[in-house]
Nanobody, 116 residues
Framework: QVQLVESGGGLVQAGGSLNLSCAASGFAFTWYTMTWYRQAPGRARQLVMSITTNGDTTNIKDSVKGRFTVSRDNAKSTAYLQMNNLKPEDTARYYC?????????WGQGTQVTVSS
């Protein structure tokens, strides 16, 4: 059974940090590009950033450049999103996505709320 389980969200003050995790199971994690998305209430889902199978970071959203970092640990089948200097506008539900060829998997998301 394919699963993506996000964790690490929460309530943080502006300027704070969070490290989100996305634990994968049920598929060959190393073959998949991992992407973090976010969606705020009433807004469209936004792509935050991706990490390829060989560890390259791509598709970085301009507003998170220099503040967010994506990484992966293939031995643990886990992707991470380190978020520093958080801003209220980063408040959203964060989702991880695994994509390879015609296969596309999503987690249920984890809520991040940044207070001003």
């Amino acid at each position: 059974q394919v699963q993506l389980v996000e964790s690490g969200g929460g309530l943080v003050q502006a300027g704070g940090s969070l490290n989100l995790s996305c634990a994968a199971s049920g598929f060959a994690f190393t073959w998949y590009t991992m992407t973090w998305y976010r969606q705020a209430p009433g807004r469209a889902r936004q792509l935050v950033m991706s990490i390829t199978t060989n560890g390259d970071t791509t598709n970085i959203k301009d507003s998170v450049k220099g503040r967010f970092t994506v990484s992966r640990d293939n031995a643990k089948s886990t992707a991470y999103l380190q978020m520093n200097n958080l801003k209220p506008e980063d408040t959203a539900r964060y989702y991880c996505n695994a994509r390879a060829y015609d296969q596309d998997y999503w987690g249920q998301g984890t809520q991040v709320t940044v207070s001003s």
